[in-house]
């Protein structure tokens, strides 16, 4: 059964830096796309950050130019560098993993941006 672990979140003060890693238990990483999500109390899970199999990335309007997605093969690991963060960003962040046939969602991660 495929996992997928996140982790990184916490509390950070406005103007702050995180970054989130989620590890993939299984091989066919490689192969998938992955995805940053997010769910802010309320309101509904959005899309923060995509890249594909051949990294090509995709972003929200709202965090482009502050955040960014990268992958490492080797590892199985997704990883979401998140600058200049904002009260607005709190939520609980999600990993994705899509490969024909499956999707496969993380257990999430709490980021709260607070003075």
Excluded: H
Excluded at 53 to 62: E, K
Excluded at 78 to 84: A, C, D, E, G, K
Aim: aromatic share 8%; with cysteine; hydrophobic share 35%.
């Amino acid at each position: 059964q495929v996992q997928l672990v996140e982790s990184g979140g916490g509390l950070v003060q406005p103007g702050g830096s995180l970054r989130l890693s989620c590890a993939v238990s299984r091989s066919f990483f490689s192969i998938a796309t992955m995805g940053w999500y997010r769910q802010a109390p309320g309101k509904q899970r959005e899309l923060v950050a995509t890249i594909s199999s051949g990294d090509i990335t995709n972003y929200a309007d709202s965090v482009k130019g502050r955040f960014t997605i990268s992958r490492d093969n080797a590892k199985n690991t997704v990883y979401l560098q998140m600058n200049s963060l904002k009260p607005e960003d709190t939520a609980v962040y999600y990993c994705k993993l899509t490969v024909p046939l499956a999707v496969i969602w993380g257990q999430g991660t709490q980021v709260t941006v607070s003075s």
